[in-house]
């Protein structure tokens, strides 16, 4: 493993460049090529070495420095870690940006966080400067002049993340918090054993997600490993890419075993190089078919942005209890807790904490500008994760439900109460209330019930759904819209959550998935 009195990732990535020079950093498939129009191939520790310099002089030239935050809308292309690293050196800190973020949802962003810079692909410059008044400029331009920036922030990226209060929450990361998610998976045993200097790790999950960006990236550098990042899953072809990037390990959403078990097995199901998966929320009644046609484990995980290596559970030891939405047993240095309504349940909320000295080590440091909820999740000195799970005879850790209001789409989080506050500006919309439905294919689905003031119909939900896609990414958009009389409301005209889930199991809606389609 790497020294690991690195301080930041920057110093992680030089100690890398130094030990493994020649090998492979990064691999861009041809279909990942193909969709960016860049050169496929493999990238050298060393090549990336130098151009992360060639970055790092032109940043200091330009006035960069401690205090400032630069967005990066980049997608998934090599270039993305090239200006993070860059950046990193300098003490600046990166705001990866969802290119599936609307005009309103990009504003709020680029005002919170206050950037001072954003770099883009071209083709986002013309919304992005819609959103806000941030100098923009491509990966390969020089980067706008910035005045002074403020006190050292020791912040290495700020990560959002869907909470139940309608914004995101900006998730503060400190340089710790990769250094640790990095030194957690590359020291990962059992199933999860990675050889130094061989792995190549394919990754189809986005880089403005922790998984890709903390673990994936940093278990690389740390191991000497090469990152295969695609521009996003591709079920036709994606045993292709496994076998001809020679990939060793793949990470997965709960979504993706779900899609490639739904083709006939075929006689090259086994021609690959993969050890092992890593991922979350694999459907129980998929997880060993899959395991015996393919032929590698698919370890199951738990955490969150604001968890980070802090507090992650893996099932990379046997039994796994496969079927069962087992994500492992705590390590020693986690310190777990269930929480429960009922002395004798045998499940509840999870709550969290590193063991040892400092219970928050590997977390988030803090909700930008949102001191109270970064105190309410940290009540008692425990951070409450809003997951429902049980706990098994050996120790182990299953996954029941979620408590957060909060649907979660295909590995996005999606909170409920930011699609009701977009479908209530709709001039045919009266009230509305937004739960997850069961789909076999996303794993939840956006379900809004709705109180209308015209007539209505399949018409008026398509023109409802179109309405939110212009307004919200469109993931985030009603699958399913179920027109009704009234909502089930407390006596303070609160949502009555858990009777919501109920109405909607009743009901026979207008299914509008077919209009939720990310944009080209």
């Not at 041809?30 to 090549?47: F, H, K, L």
């Not at 013309?126 to 922030?153: F, K, N």
């Not at 792995?199 to 994936?216: I, K, V, W």
């Not at 050996?394 to 506050?421: C, P, Y």
């Amino acid at each position: 493993m790497m020294p690991n009195h690195s301080r930041t990732v920057f110093e992680v990535f030089c100690r890398a460049a130094d030990d493994y020079g020649d090998r492979p950093w990064v691999c861009v498939t041809p279909e990942t090529a193909s969709a960016y129009g860049i050169e496929s191939g493999d990238v050298s520790y060393r090549a990336a070495g130098d151009a992360v310099t060639s970055l790092r002089d032109r940043y200091a030239a330009a006035g960069y420095g401690p205090g400032h935050r630069v967005g990066l809308l980049l997608e998934n292309r090599p270039t993305f870690f090239l200006h993070w690293f860059a950046l990193n050196a300098l003490g600046v800190s990166i705001v990866p940006l969802n290119p599936d973020l609307r005009m309103i949802e990009l504003s709020y962003v680029i005002a919170h966080s206050e950037l001072v810079a954003i770099v883009a692909i071209p083709s986002r410059h013309a919304a992005l400067r819609e959103a806000g008044s941030v100098p923009i400029s491509s990966p390969d331009d020089m980067p706008a002049p910035v005045a002074p920036g403020g006190s050292a922030i020791n912040e290495a990226a700020l990560l959002y993340t869907s909470g139940t209060t309608g914004r995101p929450k900006g998730c503060v990361l400190p340089n710790s918090y990769f250094l640790a998610a990095g030194a957690w998976y590359a020291g990962l045993s059992g199933l999860g054993t990675m050889r130094f200097g061989v792995e190549r790790m394919l990754t189809p999950l986005p880089l403005f997600h922790m998984n890709a960006l903390a673990y994936s990236a940093m278990a690389m550098l740390m191991t000497g490993g090469c990152l295969i990042p695609l521009d996003r899953f591709h079920p036709r072809s994606w045993w292709a890419t496994v076998r001809d990037s020679r990939a060793s390990i793949v990470h997965y959403l709960g979504v993706m075993p779900a899609i490639l078990m739904a083709d006939a097995p075929a006689a090259t199901d086994r021609e690959h190089a993969v050890r092992f998966g890593f991922g979350a929320g694999v459907d129980g009644k998929l997880h060993a078919p899959f395991e015996d046609r393919f032929g590698f484990p698919l370890i199951e995980a738990w955490a969150m942005t604001e968890t980070g290596a802090g507090a992650v559970v893996a099932a990379n030891q046997e039994p796994r209890h496969i079927g069962t939405y087992c994500f492992g047993r705590p390590g020693p240095d986690v310190e777990c807790r269930i929480v429960t309504d009922i002395e004798t349940d045998d499940q509840g909320e999870l709550l969290v904490r590193h063991a040892g000295s400092d219970p928050r080590y590997g977390f988030f440091r803090e909700y930008l500008k949102d001191p109270d909820a970064t105190s309410e999740a940290w009540a008692d000195g425990w951070f409450h994760t809003g997951d429902v799970v049980r706990r098994g005879l050996d120790g182990s850790l299953h996954f029941v439900d979620r408590r957060k209001n909060v649907i979660r789409r295909s590995g996005e989080n999606i909170a409920a109460v930011e699609v009701e506050s977009a479908l209530r500006q709709h001039p045919a919309v009266t009230a509305v209330a937004v739960a997850p439905t069961t789909d076999p294919v996303r794993g939840e689905e956006v379900f809004a019930c709705i109180v209308t003031n015209v007539i209505p119909g399949e018409a008026l939900a398509q023109d409802i759904v179109r309405w939110c896609i212009e307004r919200l990414a469109y993931y985030k958009a009603p699958g399913f819209i179920a027109f009704v009389p009234e909502l089930p409301l407390t006596s303070t005209q609160k949502i009555q959550r858990a009777e919501l889930r109920d109405l909607i199991a009743t009901l026979t809606p207008h299914d509008t998935r077919f209009l939720k389609r990310r944009s080209a």
